[in-house]
C-alpha cells in the first residue's frame, strides 16, 4: 500500500489533515505525526513514506529528518526559508518571530491564539490543552534559523491571499514547482482539502 506521511505546522497537530484524509482514496494509507505542541508529542513511525506532504513549518520538519532524505515531498502553505535576510527579501521579518519568543516565554496561549487568528484557523485548542513552552518554541527557532533552499518539492501549493507565505515568498523557494490556489489563505488544509489531496493522488498516480 502506497503510504504518504503528512507533517503539521507551528501551533499545529496531527488534527489538522482530518479534512484532506477524508478526500483520498482507501489505498492510500497516511500517517500524520503530531509534534505535541499541546501536549504528548507522536512521532514518525518509521516506516519510510512514498510521498512527504508538508503543511507550512512541516516543510522544514521534514527537510531536517536525517532518514527523510530522498524522499518526493510536495508543500502547502510552505517554505524552505521562512525568515528575510540581505539575500532573501521575501521572507518574514526577524524581529516578528523574536517578538512572538519573548510573547511565548510571557504567556504562550495568548501567542498561539494571537497567531492562530492571524492566519484565520479554522480550529483553535480548547481550555483543556497544555501547551508545550519547549516544543513551541523549538519550533519558531527552526523558523528564525532554518534555510533548506535550493531543495525542492515535487509541487508547492500557494494561497494568493496568504497572510504569513506571500505569493512572491513562496515562489522565491519553490520557482516553477509553485502552483498558486486562487482565494487560498494560509489554511488550505482546511479551506480547500480537495485540492490538496488531489494534488497527492496526481502525484503519487503519475
Same mark, same amino acid.
Given at each position: 500500500m502506497t503510504r504518504?506521511?503528512?507533517?503539521? =505546522?507551528?501551533?499545529?497537530?496531527?488534527?489538522?489533515?482530518?479534512?484532506?484524509?477524508?478526500?483520498?482514496?482507501?489505498? #492510500? +494509507?497516511?500517517?500524520c505525526p503530531d509534534a505535541g505542541y499541546f501536549g504528548q508529542q507522536n512521532p514518525w513511525s518509521g516506516h519510510r513514506p512514498d510521498l512527504i506532504v508538508g503543511y507550512s513549518l512541516g516543510c522544514l520538519d521534514a527537510l531536517d529528518h536525517p532518514d527523510l532524505g530522498g524522499i518526493p515531498w510536495m508543500?502547502?502553505?510552505?517554505?524552505?526559508?521562512?525568515?528575510? =535576510?540581505?539575500?532573501?527579501?521575501?521572507?518574514?521579518?526577524?524581529?516578528?518571530?523574536?517578538?512572538?519568543?519573548?510573547? #511565548? +516565554?510571557?504567556?504562550?496561549e495568548t501567542t498561539v491564539t494571537t497567531f492562530l487568528s492571524s492566519i484565520e484557523a479554522f480550529r483553535f485548542p480548547d481550555d483543556s490543552v497544555t501547551y508545550n513552552h519547549e516544543a513551541l518554541s523549538a519550533g519558531l527557532t527552526r523558523l528564525l534559523e532554518a534555510d533548506r533552499r535550493p531543495v525542492q518539492p515535487v509541487l508547492a501549493l500557494a494561497g494568493d491571499r496568504d497572510p504569513l507565505v506571500s505569493v512572491a515568498h513562496s515562489r522565491a523557494c519553490f520557482g516553477d514547482s509553485t502552483v498558486i490556489i486562487q482565494e487560498g489563505g494560509h489554511r488550505l488544509l482546511h479551506s480547500h482539502p480537495h485540492i490538496v489531496a488531489n494534488a497527492i493522488i496526481r502525484i503519487i498516480r503519475s
Amino acid at each position: 500500500m502506497t503510504r504518504i506521511l503528512l507533517l503539521h =505546522g507551528w501551533a499545529g497537530s496531527a488534527q489538522d489533515w482530518k479534512e484532506v484524509q477524508a478526500n483520498l482514496p482507501d489505498d #492510500l +494509507d497516511t500517517e500524520c505525526p503530531d509534534a505535541g505542541y499541546f501536549g504528548q508529542q507522536n512521532p514518525w513511525s518509521g516506516h519510510r513514506p512514498d510521498l512527504i506532504v508538508g503543511y507550512s513549518l512541516g516543510c522544514l520538519d521534514a527537510l531536517d529528518h536525517p532518514d527523510l532524505g530522498g524522499i518526493p515531498w510536495m508543500a502547502v502553505n510552505g517554505f524552505t526559508r521562512f525568515c528575510a =535576510g540581505t539575500e532573501f527579501p521575501e521572507g518574514i521579518p526577524a524581529r516578528i518571530l523574536q517578538r512572538m519568543q519573548k510573547r #511565548l +516565554d510571557e504567556d504562550a496561549e495568548t501567542t498561539v491564539t494571537t497567531f492562530l487568528s492571524s492566519i484565520e484557523a479554522f480550529r483553535f485548542p480548547d481550555d483543556s490543552v497544555t501547551y508545550n513552552h519547549e516544543a513551541l518554541s523549538a519550533g519558531l527557532t527552526r523558523l528564525l534559523e532554518a534555510d533548506r533552499r535550493p531543495v525542492q518539492p515535487v509541487l508547492a501549493l500557494a494561497g494568493d491571499r496568504d497572510p504569513l507565505v506571500s505569493v512572491a515568498h513562496s515562489r522565491a523557494c519553490f520557482g516553477d514547482s509553485t502552483v498558486i490556489i486562487q482565494e487560498g489563505g494560509h489554511r488550505l488544509l482546511h479551506s480547500h482539502p480537495h485540492i490538496v489531496a488531489n494534488a497527492i493522488i496526481r502525484i503519487i498516480r503519475s
